[in-house]
């Protein structure tokens, strides 16, 4: 707090010369865009664990639903062979009593 009070008469010294007046414009303006630097900085570190867990959270929850998704898939390839072995199963028969009235 020391340092705030010795640059405020330090300031105000700078602000009494009228050729330095924009040097003290152009000190204040960078201090103003360190200090916005800094609270994003700040911001940006205590803001960082919950965007990854966030994260990590959407990927698990992505391969989840990739995961269920090629279960599904399997599950109807398999119904679909079954139905086909069947289809074939019953056609099959039908085509051996037809060829054997047709011989």
């Given at each position: 707090?020391?340092?705030?009070?010795?640059?405020?008469?330090?300031?105000?010294?700078?602000?009494?010369?009228?050729?330095k007046g924009k040097m003290v414009k152009l000190y204040v303006l960078g201090?103003?865009?360190?200090?916005?630097?800094?609270?994003?900085?700040?911001?940006?570190?205590?803001?960082?664990?919950?965007?990854?867990?966030?994260?990590?959270?959407?990927?698990?929850?992505?391969?989840?639903?990739?995961?269920?998704?090629?279960?599904?898939?399997?599950?109807?390839?398999?119904?679909?062979?079954?139905?086909?072995?069947?289809?074939d199963t019953v056609l099959g028969g039908r085509a051996l009593s037809n060829?054997?009235?047709?011989?």
């Amino acid at each position: 707090m020391e340092t705030v009070q010795e640059l405020i008469p330090l300031a105000k010294e700078m602000m009494a010369q009228k050729r330095k007046g924009k040097m003290v414009k152009l000190y204040v303006l960078g201090s103003v865009l360190a200090l916005f630097g800094v609270v994003l900085g700040l911001m940006e570190t205590v803001c960082s664990p919950f965007t990854a867990a966030r994260r990590l959270r959407d990927q698990e929850a992505a391969v989840a639903e990739l995961q269920a998704a090629l279960e599904r898939q399997a599950l109807q390839k398999q119904a679909l062979q079954e139905k086909g072995k069947q289809q074939d199963t019953v056609l099959g028969g039908r085509a051996l009593s037809n060829r054997q009235h047709a011989s």
